[in-house]
C-alpha cells in the first residue's frame, strides 16, 4: 500500500470515525497483550502435536531410511524485501518501535510508539517491523508482533510468510508447516513458501509429502529455484529407494544450476548407490572443483575411494582436507587409519600422535587407543580392549575390521572370519575386510578360498589396479596362469607401469610363449633401460634358452649399473662356467663369495672351477667349507667323494 500522500488522508478522515477505530485497535491491541506470548508458543506446540499425528497417521507405512548421510538444500528461502513508501513520521515511530522492542527482553509489547498513527498506518508499521525482525533473526519477537494481529490483518500485510519462517527458524516445525500450507492454499506460486515448506517435510521425513510440494514446486519455477526444487524432489525420492529417479533428478538440478558443489557431491552419493561408480567419481571431483575449500566433501569422497581399495588418492583428499580443518581430530584419525591400510605405519603413527594431543570425545579416544596398539605390535592388548569397545557399542565396523587385523597378525585366520562376516555390507569396510582376508588367505596358501574373495571383491570393484594384480598374483600361485595374464592386462589397461608389464611377461613365459615373452621384455627394457629387474630377467630367459651371448651382455649390462645386484654376479658366473671360461667365471664367484661367505651353491660352483683347472687341493679346501656351512649339501658332498677317488 502507498502511503506517499498519507497526511492528506487523515486530514480528509472524520476526527469521532478515526478516534473510535483508534480505540478499537488500542482495545484489541490491551487483549493480545494480556495473552504472554508463552501462551501462543504452547498452542503452536499442541497444534504442531496433533498435526505432526495426522501426518503419522496418513504416512504410516513410510520408513525413513539413511543409508547415506542426507544433505538437503542447506538454506530457507527468502522473500524479496518489500519497501514501503512512508512519510517522515511514520518511518520515525517505525523506527522507534523497532528499537524499543531490540532493546527490551520482554515479549510483551505495548507499541505505544506507533499510537499516534492512524488504524491503518499502525498496522503498517507493524508488518514493517515484523519483516525486519525476521531479517534480523529475532525470529521470537518477530512472532510477538504477528500474533497480536488477525489472521485478515496478517494475509493483507503479507505477514504469513513471516510468521511461517520465524516458526521455523524456532523449531516448531508442524507450526511452521501449518503457515505455509495455508500460504500457498491462497498464494499458489508463492514459490519461497512452495520449497521451505518441502524443506520442512524432508526434515519431518514425510518423504511422499515431500516429494508432492517439491514436483509442484518444479512445474511452478524457473532457473535457480527450479534446480533447488528439483534438489528437494531428489532428496525424498532417495529416501524412498527410488534411487533412479532420485539420480535423475538430481541431474536435472545440476543441469539448472550447474555450479552448486553439494548437488553434485549428493549426485556422487545417488551414483554410488546404483553403483555407477565411474559417475560417483566425476561427481566428486567436479563438487570439489567448485569448492575447493571445503573439507567435509574431501572426507566424503575420500571415505568412498576407502571403500574403493583407493587408499592413495584417499589420503591424498584427507591431507587437502586436513590442511583446510587443521583443528579436526577426526580428520586425522582417518588419515591415520588409511595410513595403516596403505602399508605406511611410520605415517601412520605420526598422524596418530598429532590427533591424540587434542582428542576430546570417548570414542575418538578409544579409536585411537585401538589403533596406538595395534601400530605398536601389540595386538593381544588391542584385541582386548576392542572387544571391550564392542561391549559398549555392539555394532561398530571400525571395531570388527581392526579386530579382524589383529587376529590375523596373531595368525588367527579363523577368529578374524568371524568379525569380518559381522562387518555390514554397506559399510565402508566391508570391501576393505574382505581384501584383508583375501590377503591372509593367500599369505597362508590357501589359495582357492582366497581367489573367491578376490573374485567376489572385483564383482564389485572391477577399477583398481593394485586389486587386480594382487587377486593375478593369487591365480597365479594356483597355477591358474590363463586368469592371472588376464587380470593383468585389465590392470594395465586402468594403469600401466613397469611391475604390470613385467609380470604380464613372466605370465606370457608361464604360458610357454618363450618367443612373445622375450619381446615383450625387450620392449620394456628398451622403454626403461634402467629397470634393472628387467634386464635380469631378460638375462635369465636367454640363458635358459641357451642364448648364452645375449644372457652375457644381459647380466653385463645389469652388473655395470649396479656391481652387486642380487645374484647377478653368481648366474653370469655359471654362464661363463658352461662356456669353459673359468678365469672369469673364478673372478665373479670371488667378488660375489665376499658378499655372501655361506651361499653353498656359489662356493660348490667356485670349488669347481679350481677342479676344472687342475687346482685340486684349492677345489677340496672350498668343498670342505661348503660342507662346513652345510654338512648334508649332498653335492658337495658327491664331488668330494668324486675328488678323493680321482686322486687315489
Known amino acids: 500500500m502507498n502511503f506517499r500522500n498519507s497526511t492528506e488522508l487523515k486530514k480528509d478522515a472524520e476526527p469521532k ?39 503419522e497417521l496418513t504416512y504410516s507405512n513410510l520408513v525413513a531410511i539413511s543409508l547415506l548421510p542426507e544433505v538437503k538444500e542447506s538454506n530457507e528461502e527468502e522473500v524479496t524485501k518489500q519497501t514501503f513508501e512512508i512519510n517522515p513520521e511514520t518511518q520515525l515511530a517505525v523506527d522507534a518501535l523497532y528499537d524499543a ?31 525486519k525482525l525476521r531479517r534480523k533473526k529475532h525470529y521470537d519477537k518477530s512472532l510477538a508482533i504477528i500474533v497480536s494481529l488477525t489472521q485478515q490483518q496478517q494475509e493483507s500485510q503479507q505477514l504469513v510468510f513471516t510468521k511461517a519462517y520465524s516458526l ?6 508442524s507450526a511452521a508447516i501449518i503457515s505455509y500450507e495455508h500460504l500457498l492454499s491462497i498464494q499458489i506460486s508463492h514459490q519461497a513458501a512452495n520449497i521451505n515448506l518441502g524443506l520442512l517435510y524432508l526434515d519431518g521425513k514425510y518423504f511422499v509429502k515431500a516429494e ?27 529416501q524412498q529407494k527410488k534411487y533412479q529417479q532420485a539420480l535423475a533428478a538430481y541431474q536435472k538440478s545440476i543441469e539448472y544450476r550447474p555450479a552448486y558443489p553439494s548437488s553434485w557431491s549428493n549426485l556422487a552419493k545417488t551414483a554410488r548407490t546404483l553403483e555407477d561408480h565411474q559417475l560417483a567419481l566425476d561427481s566428486y571431483q567436479k563438487s570439489i572443483s567448485l569448492d575447493k575449500n571445503n573439507s567435509k566433501i574431501r572426507v566424503e569422497y575420500a571415505d568412498y575411494l576407502n571403500s574403493r581399495l583407493d587408499f592413495k588418492r584417499s589420503i591424498e583428499q584427507l591431507k587437502r582436507a586436513k590442511a583446510i580443518n587443521r583443528e579436526n581430530i577426526s580428520i586425522r584419525l582417518k588419515l591415520s587409519f588409511s595410513y595403516l591400510q596403505a602399508g605406511k605405519p611410520i605415517n601412520a603413527r605420526k598422524q596418530l600422535n598429532l590427533a591424540k594431543k587434542n582428542i576430546q570425545k570417548p ?20 584385541v582386548a580392549l576392542l572387544r571391550s569397545n564392542l561391549k559398549k557399542n ?14 590375523i597378525a596373531l595368525n588367527k585366520i579363523k577368529t578374524a572370519k568371524l568379525y569380518i562376516n559381522k562387518i555390514h555390507s554397506e559399510s565402508l569396510f566391508y570391501h576393505q575386510a574382505k581384501y584383508l582376508l583375501a590377503e591372509a588367505l593367500s599369505a597362508a596358501n590357501q589359495n582357492e578360498q582366497s581367489i573367491l574373495l578376490y573374485r567376489e571383491i572385483i564383482a564389485k570393484i572391477a577399477d583398481n589396479p ?37 609380470r604380464k611377461a613372466d605370465l606370457i613365459w608361464l604360458l610357454g610363449e618363450q618367443d612373445d615373452a622375450l619381446r615383450e621384455l625387450e620392449q620394456l627394457v628398451d622403454r626403461y633401460p634402467s629397470y634393472l629387474r628387467a634386464i635380469y630377467h631378460l638375462a635369465s630367459y636367454n640363458h635358459k634358452l641357451g642364448k648364452r651371448s645375449e644372457a652375457i651382455e644381459g647380466f653385463t649390462n645389469l652388473l655395470e649399473q649396479q656391481a652387486n645386484y642380487g645374484d647377478a ?43 676344472e683347472t687342475g687346482q685340486f687341493q684349492t677345489c677340496e679346501e672350498q668343498l670342505e667349507l661348503v660342507l662346513k656351512f652345510a654338512p648334508d649339501y649332498k653335492p658337495a658332498f658327491d664331488l668330494q667323494q668324486s675328488l678323493k677317488d680321482a686322486i687315489k
Open 168 to 173: 521455523a527458524k524456532l523449531g516448531h516445525n
Open 212 to 238: 508432492q510440494v517439491f514436483t509442484r514446486g518444479v512445474e511452478n519455477t524457473a532457473g535457480n529455484k527450479k534446480a533447488k526444487n528439483f534438489s528437494g524432489l531428489a532428496d525424498a525420492l532417495y
Open 101 to 131: 522492542i531490540i532493546e527490551s527482553s520482554d515479549l510483551t509489547i505495548d507499541f505505544k510508539q506507533i499510537s499516534q498513527l492512524s488504524v491503518e498506518e499502525q498496522l503498517v508499521a507493524k508488518a514493517i517491523v515484523a519483516k
Open 466 to 502: 593394485d586389486l587386480l594384480n594382487q587377486a593375478s598374483k593369487a591365480e597365479q600361485l594356483a597355477g591358474n596362469y590363463q586368469e592371472s595374464i588376464q587380470l593383468v592386462k585389465k590392470a594395465l589397461a586402468l594403469r600401466s607401469n613397469r611391475r604390470l608389464l613385467l
Open 394 to 407: 555392539r555394532y561398530n565396523d571400525f571395531d570388527y575390521y581392526l579386530l579382524a587385523r589383529s587376529y
Open 17 to 55: 470515525k478515526n478516534a473510535i477505530a483508534r480505540q478499537d485497535l488500542e482495545h484489541k491491541v490491551k487483549l493480545a497483550n494480556a495473552l504472554p506470548i508463552t501462551l501462543f508458543f504452547i498452542l503452536v506446540v499442541i497444534a504442531g502435536a496433533m498435526f505432526e499425528k495426522q501426518l
Open 363 to 382: 570414542f575418538e579416544k578409544r579409536q585411537s587407543d585401538a589403533i596406538q596398539k595395534y601400530l605398536s605390535e601389540n595386538y593381544p592388548e588391542a
Open 569 to 611: 654376479q653368481y648366474q653370469l658366473s655359471v654362464i661363463y662356467f658352461e662356456n669353459n671360461d673359468f678365469t672369469q667365471s673364478q673372478q665373479l664367484l670371488k667378488a660375489y663369495l665376499q658378499r655372501k661367505p655361506a651361499s653353498k651353491r656359489s662356493r660348490l660352483l667356485y670349488a669347481r672351477t679350481f677342479c
